[in-house]
């Protein structure tokens, strides 16, 4: 049973009519047509408040148009359901999720600050099947929606591990300040979070996801 089956037609049958718009209005890898993107968004939002979206292109092939639930598990089941249904454009294709990235990227800049893959460190430890990621960084602000750093480090997260298995097999994330020196702690770089993380993910079951 299609999850919100009338809202989801309706979205596409909005895009369908309008994408062309959209994809005309790109400037390098910005589109300038506002009214329409925010009209996406709200519709999105009758779906699923959580619903997100942006898109990604590169010099060969079409623009990707991502389709995520920012971080939130009990609502994968919207962004599969979405996607699930969507239709054929020519120029664009629709995914679930952000994926892994090869090569993965060394830095990311965030609100005008850049942030270096180098910086952080993490521990990744299974207790009683979960997975609990602890990510050290220099200065844990209190407010961590406050600071670049974090956005850049769920962006690492994503290009490392990809959005949905880190929303369906990371049990909790804690953000913690680096020690001195993070070696003798037994931590590793984040870079080498991806080889870690697929040694033991088979271990634990997925979290947040609904069969319908």
């Known amino acids: 049973m299609q ?3 009338k809202e989801i037609e309706e ?3 909005k895009l369908e009519t309008t994408i062309e718009q959209v994809l005309d209005s790109r400037d390098d ?5 506002e009214l329409l993107l925010g009209d996406y968004r709200d519709k999105l939002q009758l779906i699923d408040e959580n619903l997100t979206f942006h898109f990604e292109a590169d010099e060969e ?5 991502i389709f995520g639930c920012d971080g939130y598990p009990e609502s994968i089941h919207s962004v599969l359901s979405l996607v699930g249904a969507a239709p054929t454009v020519e120029g664009i294709k629709f995914k679930a999720f952000n994926h892994r990235y090869d090569p993965i990227p060394n830095s990311i800049s965030v609100g005008g600050e850049m942030c270096e893959l180098s910086d952080f460190w993490f521990a990744l430890k299974n207790s009683d099947n979960k997975l609990h990621l602890t990510v050290y960084m220099p200065y844990v602000p209190e407010v961590l929606e406050t600071d670049p750093r974090v956005e850049a480090v769920m ?6 591990i990809g959005e949905y298995e880190l929303m369906t097999k990371i049990w909790a994330l804690d953000w913690v300040e680096t020690p001195a020196d993070p070696v003798d702690y037994a931590l590793k770089p984040l870079s080498e979070l ?5 040694e033991i993910k088979s271990e634990v079951t997925p979290i947040g996801i609904t069969f319908h």
């Open 3 to 5: 999850h919100n089956a």
């Open 11 to 13: 979205f596409w049958l």
């Open 29 to 33: 890898n910005q589109f300038s047509a």
């Open 61 to 65: 092939g079409p623009i990707e148009m």
């Open 155 to 160: 962006i690492f997260l994503d290009a490392l």
């Open 194 to 198: 991806r080889d870690y993380f697929d």
